[in-house]
């Protein structure tokens, strides 16, 4: 390995450009090509998946919008109406929909595929959100679709999810998985004004208060949900044992690597991190797990957006990578 990690640093450093001037592209090339452990590093079929599924919480008006938008945002995506739709299709990555447990019941479609667990969790303010079955479950179905998406032939698949109220079992997540007060943890999500947000601040205290002590991560998972993060995590390991590029994007997918870090801390070698969310949290998130992310755009829409919009930047690093000259070939002097 370090034979291999001394041959990328030569490869980089003798291309026709002053020593490291292509800064974070250079090290997103070096991460690609460890985890390919090759020379020759390429992305195949890059996929997304978007998980969606509702959230028993929203009862307790912790967000700006009504609970039905996740349904009703589902129709969009199979549609190709939405955000996602639009970048994935801009970059020709292929997309796919997860119903993991949407209050809904949709028709057959062959674009929507089907791991519903349940009709949203329950409200965590009282009950668990799901039982351990359920959790289980989640694992279960989210790896398989993600050994189908291996077996069509892709190395690189990013992560989205749609689930009104979820940014508050992400803050959930978070304050059990990094210990920071449960404060910091919480942000306005779709939008809250000030008053909406001392709610959602009150009631996740009180959720607090009334499931203390998660005994671990796998817990903390299962008391705070949802269906939609459970699936992502399961299917962020199971991505990273076919040894796949991994996309994290946004607060609450990252809430879901954080659950999945805790049961493999190696999953970070193949994760990349794609854009910095404006959600209070996301970048004390992204400090604790030494996640620097490519992109800063001040967004805050989750679906995995910001994974769609770092595409190109991966391509380019592993352009150069493959195709710029070295200095010898292309007779360009270096320095002494
Ligand atoms: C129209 C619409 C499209 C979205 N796409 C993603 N989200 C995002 O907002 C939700 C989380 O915020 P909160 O916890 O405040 O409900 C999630 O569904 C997330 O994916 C959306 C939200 C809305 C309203
Ligand atoms: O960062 C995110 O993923 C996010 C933030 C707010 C609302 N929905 C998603």
Known sequence: MENLEQAIQHKIDFKT?????????????????????????????????????????????????PSSVTAEMVKNFLRGGAAINVFCRQHQIDLKIIDAGVNFDFEENEDLINSKIRKGTHNFLHTPAMTQEELEKCFELAGKQVDIVFQNGSNCIGFGEMGIGNTSSASMLMNVLTNFPLEECIGK????????????????????????????????????GGFEIAQICGAMLRSYQHNMLILVDGFIATAAFLCAKSIEPNIQNNAIFCHQSDEQGHQRMLDFLGAKPLLHLDMRLGEGTGCALAFPLIK?????????????????????
């Open 17 to 65: 450009k002053p020593l490291g001037s292509l800064g974070i592209l250079e090290s997103l090339a070096k991460q690609i090509c460890l985890v390919q452990k090759t020379l020759k590093p390429k992305i195949q079929k890059p996929t997304h998946l978007v998980f969606a599924a509702d959230h028993g919480i929203t009862e307790s008006g912790v967000s700006s919008y």
């Open 189 to 224: 999500g779709t939008g809250l004004s000030q008053e909406g947000l001392a709610n959602k601040v009150r009631i996740l205290q009180q959720a607090k208060n009334n499931h203390p002590h998660p005994k671990n991560p796998m817990e903390a998972l299962q008391t705070f």
């Open 316 to 336: 380019s690093a592993i352009k150069f990578f493959n195709e710029m000259s070295d200095f010898e070939s292309a007779g360009v002097s270096n320095k002494d």
